[in-house]
């Protein structure tokens, strides 16, 4: 592959990041708090990343079954649940009942899942150590809808022009 493609193709998680951080900006309605808007264009970035099998991390969920499957019979058995857990747990909420609304919708109870990623993020910020990230945590929590419908907002908008990539400024 010559160097030109490859580096147009190639994204690095700071490039996704940035991208997942213009768009969901652009998506979301009126102003939205930027430590918010990091946090959740982070989410899509790292999911954009993420295989669906990978070994060494939570695997990018292919539907909201899985969150159901691993976070709530999983934690119901295992009795897990501490904040990291929770968090990636309402990650994938946001994620599927979000960005992927359109593909749930059929299968799935997109405001039980809501609901169920706001509880989520609660209950990791209520047993987050670091003050900060426990605020943080809290407050995507709360805002957990409105997130939702930005990170849907953003899935359709993407998927109406699939295949439009911004021109490189010339050197």
């Known amino acids: 592959m010559d160097d030109s493609l490859e580096e147009l193709l190639g994204v690095n998680h700071r490039g996704a990041l940035e991208f997942f951080f213009t768009g969901l900006r652009d998506a979301a309605e009126g102003t939205v708090d930027r430590e918010e808007l990091l946090y959740n264009a982070s989410v899509l970035a790292h999911y954009a990343q993420v295989s ?11 539907s909201l079954a899985f969150v159901f499957d691993h976070f709530v019979c999983g934690a119901m ?26 593909q749930m919708r059929g299968r799935f109870n997109i405001h039980w899942y809501a609901t169920l990623g ?13 003050a900060k990230k426990a605020q943080l945590l809290e407050a995507v929590g ?4 409105p997130w939702r419908q930005t990170h849907a907002r953003l899935g359709r908008e993407l998927r109406e022009r699939p295949y439009l990539l911004p021109r490189r400024p010339e050197p």
Do not use: H, I, N, Y
């Not at 669906?52 to 292919?62: L, N």
């Not at 897990?80 to 968090?87: K, R």
């Not at 990636?88 to 599927?96: F, H, I, S, T, W």
């Not at 509880?119 to 150590?129: K, V």
């Open 52 to 62: 669906t099998t990978t070994d060494t991390d939570f695997p990018a969920p292919d």
């Open 77 to 102: 058995v295992s009795g897990t649940g501490d904040s990291a857990v929770m968090e990636v747990a309402g990650a994938q909420c946001l994620l599927l009942a979000g960005f992927f609304e359109d």
């Open 118 to 130: 706001a509880g989520f993020f609660r209950r990791a910020a209520a047993q987050e150590s670091v």
């Open 142 to 145: 709360r805002r957990f809808e």
